[in-house]
């Protein structure tokens, strides 16, 4: 008992595979002690050959001794060999059996198996979907001050997932783990603020959580203070400081970011003006299936600003974009249509476009279409609205 108390904080950090690097005498006592079959050994060997910590990294004899440690107990060591069979690792891979050792930990109070065992509720692998199951372990996790637990159980309540919607609620547990520091949890309760659900609607409140969560490189949240800045919501109007969040938010790869920065580079917004700038972030975030850069791209195709003008290509992106819904692209390509610029002309197509363009409110498309309509024989028209409605149909089926 000595011995083992002796090497116990070595064995403790190891547990938790964050120890620095372990020495070879000391995989040596730590060998001695596990084929003793003491399991916060073993459990630390698994560590050990897992990370590659003082042994070559060997990912089947870090399962061959979490297996030994979590089959007497080891919380630690059975929430590793639920990973190991998650993803496969030194094991098959098999939802199945994870959900077995994750449970033993959970059951166990280990929060991040409570945690992990309520995800695999939630998304119905390795059990059968059940969103009450989940939050039933997000709350134990939740009650023991795990943010990201707390964070879930208050997404369970925003989204009404396995207990009854209560926005009040959901702000409850996201707070809790907001000001544990939880980037996304700050993130949410930020969108509570802003939408005034759970808690009076407050933009500089709102402003104060998004900052938080995006001064952790959270880009959603960094997107949205640039949007409160560029706005002037909750914020003074700052056109240089909404760039500033935009940019951070964009090369992280946030498509909104991108074309919201693409924006402020054609409108010299913060920035000064540069077509091919805002053409740039245009497309990453076409790409990426954003509608709306998809349209602006298309528009800078259409116009030649920022990139040569190319009409075919002009009409390639609003097709992409006007597929999604998006109205300003639908009436963009029934004027391609219309004026045979970058495909035959055809007044039918072109009617079909702003007929769904108009049924969303799209004024200038309502106007098109009324005065198309006067060159257009009763038989096209006809034709027209059977391709608005079969596109209508296969758009509600995908």
């Not at 528009?299 to 009409?311: L, M």
Request: proline letters at 2%; aromatic letters at 10%.
């Amino acid at each position: 008992m000595r011995r083992l108390l002796k090497c116990l904080p070595l064995l403790l950090c190891l547990c938790c595979a964050y120890a620095e690097e372990v020495t070879e005498e000391e995989i040596g006592r730590l060998h001695a002690l596990a084929k003793q079959g003491d399991a916060i050994a073993q459990s630390a060997l698994g560590f050990c050959y897992a990370r590659g910590n003082g042994v070559p990294e060997d990912d089947v004899e870090a399962v061959k001794w979490h297996r030994k440690a979590a089959e007497q107990g080891d919380a630690a060591s059975q929430s590793a060999l639920g990973w190991c069979y998650k993803i496969g690792e030194g094991v098959a891979m098999d939802d199945v059996e994870a959900v077995n050792w994750y449970r033993m930990a959970a059951e166990q109070g280990d929060a991040v198996s409570q945690l992990v065992l309520g995800a695999f509720y939630a998304k119905g692998e390795g059990v059968p979907e059940d969103d009450a199951e989940a939050a039933k372990w997000y709350r134990m996790a939740a009650e023991q001050g795990f943010a990201p637990a707390q964070f879930n159980l208050g997404s369970s309540y925003a989204e009404g997932e396995g207990v009854p919607e209560d926005d009040a609620e959901a702000v409850n547990w996201y707070r809790m783990a907001a000001e544990q520091g939880f980037a996304e949890a700050q993130y949410s309760l930020g969108l509570c603020y802003d939408g005034g659900e759970g808690v009076p609607e407050d933009d500089a409140e709102a402003v104060n959580w998004y900052r938080m969560a995006a001064e952790q490189g959270f880009a959603e949240a960094q997107y949205l203070l640039g949007l409160c800045y560029a706005e002037g919501q909750g914020v003074p109007e700052d056109d240089a400081e909404a760039v500033k969040w935009f940019r951070m938010a964009a090369d992280q790869g946030d498509a909104s970011a991108q074309w919201n920065l693409g924006v402020c580079y054609d409108g010299g917004r913060g920035v000064p003006e540069d077509d091919t700038e805002a053409v740039k972030w245009y497309r990453m975030a076409a790409d990426q299936g954003e509608a709306l850069a998809q349209y602006l791209l298309g528009a800078s195709y259409a116009s030649g600003e920022g990139v040569r003008k190319d009409d075919a290509e002009a009409v390639k992106w609003f097709r992409m974009a006007a597929d999604q819904g998006e109205a300003l692209a639908q009436f963009r390509l029934g004027d391609c249509y219309d004026g045979g610029r970058g495909v035959p002309e055809d007044v039918v197509t072109a009617y079909m476009w702003w007929n769904l363009a108009s049924a969303q409110g799209d004024e200038d498309s309502k106007l098109r279409k009324d005065e198309l309509i006067e060159r257009m024989t009763r038989e096209q028209i006809a034709e027209g609205q059977k391709m608005s409605r079969e596109w209508l149909e296969k758009r509600e089926n995908k």
